[in-house]
């Protein structure tokens, strides 16, 4: 069975932040992502964790302004300062939270922005920031996300151009951040990209398509992708990043067979 972690920003919404970890860890999880760690304190956060003996499997580098519709700053040559001082502070977080993988989110390419201009800048931001994170033994994830519904513009959007990009930049620790959502969308073919992808995947997400709600309520047959998941041998996490339909406890009937 995969080990599966939980999306705190998408699960358990019902609840405070802070009261999500106790959520989580009751209902069966025993690892945690988010997306973003920086509006509160790490200490705060380590000891939820420890409090509920979870493990942080990943969270991303600072994306720029969310709230103004950024979705990161790594391919934006204008904005490289700001790239590295977000690795740094990511890295004071993952330190704390023994987190052993960041995801490094490429951004919304703008019109006025040459194609290869931003891959050069993202190349770059890259090498920069997998070397600063493979001092300390951590994996840098880089995440293809669809452009045809959630994210219009965004620089990754295939498993192909996240691969171009990995493979560019050149180290060791980076790898990609499979979505089995997004790849629905812009891809198909699950089960067919996981295997030929496995010996680069770093760690795997999820939600079902359409809607991005828990599985069974769309066109992804899971049990089946769960299943093939396992004969890969795949040892990273895969974790629930999609929005209940309902409520967190209704939606979790997927998860709850395997772990009895």
């Known amino acids: 069975m995969p080990r599966f972690a939980a999306n705190l920003s998408m699960l358990f919404t019902e609840l405070p932040f802070l009261d999500r970890f106790a959520a989580a860890a009751d209902a069966g999880f025993q690892g945690v992502e988010f997306l973003f760690p920086y509006d509160w304190p790490a200490a705060t956060l380590a000891e939820k964790l420890k409090q509920h003996n979870l493990t942080q499997v990943l969270f991303n580098l600072p994306p720029g302004d969310w709230q103004a519709g950024e979705r990161g700053i790594a391919c934006l040559p204008d904005r490289v300062e700001e790239f590295r001082e977000g690795v ?32 050069q800048t993202l190349m770059e931001n890259m090498r920069f920031a997998a070397d600063l994170l493979a001092a300390k033994g951590i994996t840098l994830t880089v995440e293809a996300i669809n452009s045809k519904v959630d994210m ?62 828990e599985p069974g309520t769309g066109e992804i047959h899971f049990d089946t992708v769960f299943a093939h998941i396992d004969s890969l041998n795949y040892e990273g996490w895969v974790s629930a990043e999609y929005r209940p339909q309902q409520d967190t406890e209704t939606s979790l009937g997927w998860f709850r067979p395997r772990i009895s």
């Not at 023994?98 to 194609?115: H, K, T, V, W």
């Not at 620089?155 to 790849?183: E, K, V």
């Open 88 to 119: 740094f502070q990511a890295l004071e977080y993952a330190q704390e939270l023994d987190c052993q993988r960041i995801n490094c989110l490429a951004g919304i390419r703008p019109d006025s922005l040459p194609y290869e201009v931003g891959f």
């Open 152 to 213: 219009p513009g965004f620089f990754l959007d295939t498993s192909l151009t996240a691969m171009a990009a990995i493979d560019a930049a050149g180290r060791d620790n980076i790898r990609l951040q499979f979505d089995l959502y997004h790849m629905q969308i812009m891809e198909g073919d699950l089960c067919r990209s996981l295997s030929r992808l496995c010996p680069h995947i770093g760690h795997i997400q999820f939600a079902d398509n359409p809607g991005r709600h």
